[in-house]
């Protein structure tokens, strides 16, 4: 049957011209509106900036781990932030602190995640030849790069990067003499952030108006591959509050350059009295929040999307409750987006709305748990293989349990009072929104890499990588349960001020040292990436047995997909070892009217239509 | 020299692993048979798993037990045992769900790893399930979130009326501290006025003022509400005292406060510590600048008797800085004079 359907394709692409004209390197690579190749952008910018993220945090885990060593060693590379004695400058470990925020949360997990694989994705998955505008896609991509280059630069520069934190909370971003990140690197942080924002929404836009109008024959809504469902929520979130964050950023740029006081109010700094009045620096929270909390969806959302989809092909069993899935993620779009406050029950909000967002905000660990539930029963009696996709995606799903659960105690104002700004809170968003979505990125990589490049990374490599990050991931975050437990607060450069806080040494430095081999590990899967690109095994049609329409599109897919007719599609994407059927997958284009022995009691009445409407078709024709 | 002589030996181990994945790799395509799915490998994978749970599981219990002195520090406040409960019931649930939870993922995946000759169950969906755990979660939770809830009106009720008012400001990098002196009333402060020597910006137009005091160390009574009215100067900052259980950020144009009781006096928790050199701290937790992680705050929690003693050796801000005394307003000097016990032959 699939095979049937493979020969078609390879005979079409023998002859057909018009699709496979000789184009331009720079139209090709550079300045390109073919989906396959932006996606590819957003991946490699998104790894080269996963690599200064990450190696943001072992100079940061350097200092935390063993706060004595000299670091004289590191001068070539930082200059003056290190001291004549050797210790790391603390403004620059604010820096560092910062920019690794905001470079992981919105280049490498938004811009890298939903940027790669929506734009991947979406037209190969819902049966379309590129996204609705590849003009718009292809500006996307080049504003996510001119905002790249203006906060690359900023790290460049004498008075360092912002430095307040990845949420830059005024006033501290908005003095210029409150650090010295708030001065041109403030500056150069909030343009990036606009270019940023500027892209995800020529992105976001594009994702959704494809979803809607592109999808091929017979792919309704409810037929969707959950990726597809993920990414398009994803799209959904991202252009409803991205736009906030603009505004919150814009008003910050009035205060720093204008003089207006949005949020700033009462200020003495410096030797002087700022003339700013009435503004509340509370405001900017709610501005930011607004954005910053549906944020954590968007870097989500995709991962779980692209597991729901890898962890149904390699257990071979459908996704259990596909509804139900696309019911929480629907719950999730919503609740994302008034449960923003819970980041500042003690930020001196009327605690009668502290009230109304802890009921919110636990409401939405409802639709959560039963996406972990759903994912397990999927795993339950199926016939699992473990490429390194599948187990990236179950240990995703393992941090989900674990990240999640944490999410109750903080979601909670009373305890939050204690956990709020601790290494609780980092332990808890590391596990649930950066490994889970980083795990997302790395199965998604894993899974459709073939289709990428059109061949096989190495699973021994990927079996390694994966069981030193998993291991890894946990020896760096879990143990900051127990000291976020103790009250340690984070940002903090040092903590042997204070007597409360100086124990604990010896957990600070396994943290380090495990960062510091999970690190390590990640240049294996670089090295199976780059090489594989070129010197790996070449890739079969449907490596993994996979259902959705990629894997019908020739091995290395040029312009427009599809060589001949784009397939219809006939059935949903989990049809994996269903009773009956000869083999344990039948992917979407194989109509049921084909597969009598297998179809289900309703399936039975739509193949018979399938067939009327086959014969229709043919005397339209005629 | 001994640089050159790392740098060559991390290239030359990097040869090696890489001639090693070569190999391996060409052993696997001279094996040929690249269709069938590899069975060993998936063994291994699901045997780690099985590893990875007993492994880590035994390593959480253990140190959970093991350090618990350690990281639970103890509770010196009021609204801190009923925070204690809460995290410990909320410890309790969701522990019990993340053990389970974990059990289960990592045992399905070692059990029904691939087997050549077995077939997934095609087990599509099952609404009976997906109410049950819709319904479930949500019945915890909503009892989680009452309990919370109660709590929290408590913790953020206003304060009772014979609260000792406390005045906290955080400044670029450290705590300021100002009492509200005999009259048990703050003076207004306006931040326009705000000069080294009064550095809180106290308005001498209020009354209340005058008896003020800013003390070299701060002190609170046991047993008694205490409110802590915080305020910032410059940027964001945010009161944290671990022990009682107490964060708040300060915020520069909006007072906020925290009230709360404090329950063991330094004293006592010295005893409890078997540690002669304990003191209670404050930190801050919101980021504010280079110092951010060295702005501590010492306070010491006195029996009541001793505050008050200590409370009435305490010179105003007044009487400290007579020279502030030009800035009150001359219709209002008089009593000025009188609130703040400057000897009269002193100002001479």
Redesign the interface.
Same mark, same amino acid.
């Given at each position: 049957m699939s095979t049937t359907a493979e020969v078609n394709i390879g005979q079409d692409v023998q002859h057909d011209e018009h699709h496979d004209h000789e184009q331009s390197f720079i139209s090709k690579y550079i300045f390109t509106t073919d989906h396959k190749m932006i996606g590819k952008q957003f991946l490699i910018t998104g790894i080269m900036w996963g690599l200064i993220g990450v190696g943001m945090s072992v100079i940061f885990r350097l200092q935390l781990g063993f706060p004595e060593m000299q670091l004289t060693w590191l001068k070539p590379l930082l200059g003056g932030w290190i001291s004549e004695t050797g210790q790391l400058d603390?403004?620059f470990y604010?820096a560092l602190v910062t920019m690794h925020g905001t470079i992981m949360v919105f280049f490498v997990l938004t811009a890298g995640l939903s940027g790669t694989f929506s734009n991947y994705l979406i037209p190969l998955q819902i049966g379309a030849r590129d996204m609705a505008s590849g003009f718009m896609n292809m500006l996307s991509y080049w504003f996510f790069f001119a905002s790249s280059v203006v906060m690359m630069s900023s790290i460049f520069i004498e008075t360092g990067p912002a430095a307040?934190?990845w949420v830059v909370?005024p006033?501290?971003s908005a003095?210029p003499q409150?650090?010295q990140g708030s001065q041109l690197g403030m500056t150069l942080w909030l343009v990036a952030m606009v270019f940023f924002i500027v892209s995800m929404l020529l992105g976001g836009i594009n994702y959704i108006t494809t979803v809607i109008n592109l999808r091929t024959e017979g792919m309704s809504f409810s037929r969707l591959p959950l990726t597809i469902w993920a990414f398009f929520l994803t799209a959904v979130i991202g252009l409803l509050s991205f736009p906030v964050l603009f505004a919150a950023a814009l008003l910050l740029v009035f205060d720093r350059s204008f003089g207006t006081s949005f949020y700033?109010?009462?200020? /003495?700094?410096g030797g002087e009295?700022l003339p700013n009045?009435?503004?509340?620096?509370?405001l900017y929270q709610h501005l930011f929040w607004f954005l910053g909390h549906p944020e954590v969806y968007i870097v989500l959302l995709p991962a779980l999307g692209i597991t729901s989809e890898v962890i149904a092909t390699n257990?071979?069993? @459908?996704?259990?409750?596909?509804?139900?899935m696309i019911g929480s993620m629907l719950g999730i779009t919503v609740l994302s987006f008034v449960v923003w406050a819970h980041h500042m029950f003690?930020?001196?909000l009327n @605690?009668f709305l502290?009230?109304v967002f802890?009921?919110l905000t636990? #409401?939405i660990?409802?639709p959560s748990?039963?996406k972990?539930?759903?994912?397990?029963?999927t795993?339950?009696?199926?016939?699992?293989? !473990?490429t390194p996709a599948t187990?990236f995606s #179950?240990g995703l799903?393992?941090f989900f349990?674990?990240g999640g659960?944490?999410g #109750?105690?903080l979601g909670?104002?009373?305890?939050d009072?204690?956990l709020?700004?601790?290494y609780f809170v980092v332990a808890h968003f590391h596990l649930v929104m950066g490994s889970l979505s980083i795990f997302g990125l790395l199965a998604g990589v894993y899974h459709w890499f073939p289709k990428m490049f059109g061949r096989m990374m190495?699973?021994?490599?990927g079996?390694i990588h994966f069981?030193m990050t !998993? #291991?890894g991931v946990?020896m760096i975050f879990?143990?900051m349960h127990?000291?976020g437990?103790?009250?340690f @607060?984070?940002?903090? /450069?040092?903590?042997t001020? !204070?007597?409360?806080?100086s124990?604990?040494t010896d957990l600070n430095m396994f943290v380090s040292i495990a960062a510091f081999v999970t690190v390590a590990a990640q240049f294996l899967f670089l090295f199976n990436f780059f090489y594989s690109m070129y010197r790996g095994?070449k890739a079969?049609q449907n490596p993994w047995r996979s259902n959705t329409l990629e894997w019908t599109t020739p091995i290395e897919p040029g312009h427009g997909n599809w060589p001949g007719e784009i397939p219809k599609v006939y059935r949903w994407p /989990?049809d994996?070892?269903? @009773?009956g059927a000869e083999k344990?997958f039948i992917p979407q284009h194989i109509p049921l009217s084909q597969t009598p022995e297998s179809n289900l009691d309703h399936e039975v009445e739509l193949a018979k239509k399938e067939v009327v409407d086959k014969t229709a078709d043919a005397k339209s024709n005629a | 020299m001994f640089n050159l002589a790392i740098g060559l030996g991390v290239v030359l181990l990097l040869a090696i692993l890489f001639l090693i994945?070569r190999i %391996?790799?060409l052993i696997g395509?001279a094996k040929g048979n690249? *269709?069938k799915?590899?069975t060993s490998?998936?063994k291994?994978?699901?045997a780690?798993?099985l590893v990875?749970l007993v492994g &880590?599981g035994f390593l959480?219990f253990w140190? %959970?037990f093991k350090?618990f002195e350690?990281?639970?520090?103890p509770v010196a406040s009021e609204h801190g045992s009923?925070?204690e409960f +809460?995290?410990w019931t909320?410890?309790a649930?969701?522990g019990v $769900?993340?053990v389970l &939870?974990?059990i289960?993922?990592?045992y399905? %995946?070692w059990k029904?790893?691939?087997?050549e000759n077995?077939?997934? +169950?095609?087990?599509?969906?099952?609404n009976k +399930?997906?109410v049950v755990?819709?319904f479930v979660?949500?019945v915890v +939770?909503?009892i989680?979130?009452f309990t919370?809830?109660r $709590?929290? &009106?408590d913790?953020?009720a206003p304060a009772p009326e014979n609260t000792n008012n406390i005045e906290i400001m955080g400044?670029?990098f450290a705590w300021g501290v100002r009492y509200p002196g005999l009259d048990g009333e703050l003076g207004n402060s306006d931040? =326009?006025v705000?000069e080294a020597t009064n550095s809180f910006?106290i308005d001498f137009n209020d009354k209340a003022s005058y008896d003020d005091f800013i003390p070299r160390e701060m002190h609170i009574p046991k047993g008694e509400p205490v409110t802590f009215n915080i305020r910032a =100067? *410059? $940027?964001?900052h945010?009161v944290?005292a671990?022990?009682f259980?107490?964060?708040?950020?300060a915020?520069?144009?909006?007072p &906020?406060s925290f009230t709360f009781t404090a329950t063991k006096s330094t004293e006592e928790m010295r005893e409890e510590l078997n540690d002669p050199?304990?003191?209670y701290?404050i930190?801050?937790?919101?980021?504010?600048?280079?110092?951010?992680?060295?702005m501590?705050l010492t306070l010491i929690v006195d029996e009541p008797e001793d505050y008050r003693a200590w409370y009435a050796e305490q010179e105003s801000f007044l009487k400290r800085n007579p020279e502030y005394l030009t800035k009150v307003p001359s219709d209002l000097k008089e009593l000025a004079i009188l609130k703040t016990g400057i000897d009269n032959k002193e100002l001479d």
């Open positions: 603390p403004e604010l307040g934190g909370y006033p501290l003095l409150a650090i700033l109010s009462d200020i /003495y700094i009295a009045m009435g503004g509340s620096p509370i257990s071979r069993k @459908p996704i259990f409750g596909y509804r139900a003690v930020s001196g @605690p502290g009230s802890m009921f636990l #409401i660990a409802i748990a039963v972990v539930f759903n994912y397990l029963t795993l339950w009696k199926g016939n699992i293989i !473990f187990l #179950i799903v393992s349990i674990s659960l944490t #109750i105690f909670n104002s009373v305890i009072i204690q709020h700004d601790t190495d699973e021994k490599l079996h069981w !998993f #291991i946990y879990f143990p127990y000291i437990i103790a009250g @607060p984070r940002r903090y /450069y040092s903590w001020n !204070f007597d409360a806080f124990s604990y095994k079969p /989990y994996y070892s269903k @009773p344990d | 994945f %391996s790799s395509v690249t *269709d799915l590899e490998s998936n291994i994978n699901g780690m798993f990875f &880590t959480f140190y %959970s350090e350690n990281y639970n520090l009923e925070y +809460l995290f909320t410890m649930v969701t $769900v993340f &939870t974990q289960l993922l990592f399905f %995946s029904y790893q691939y087997k077995s077939k997934a +169950l095609f087990y599509p969906e099952n +399930l997906e755990w819709t979660p949500a +939770l909503a989680l979130v919370g809830w $709590v929290w &009106t913790i953020t400044y670029q931040y =326009r705000i910006g =100067r *410059d $940027v964001l945010s944290f671990p022990h259980r107490l964060k708040m950020d915020v520069p144009g909006m &906020t050199e304990f003191n701290e930190a801050c937790t919101e980021v504010c600048g280079r110092g951010h992680y060295s501590k």
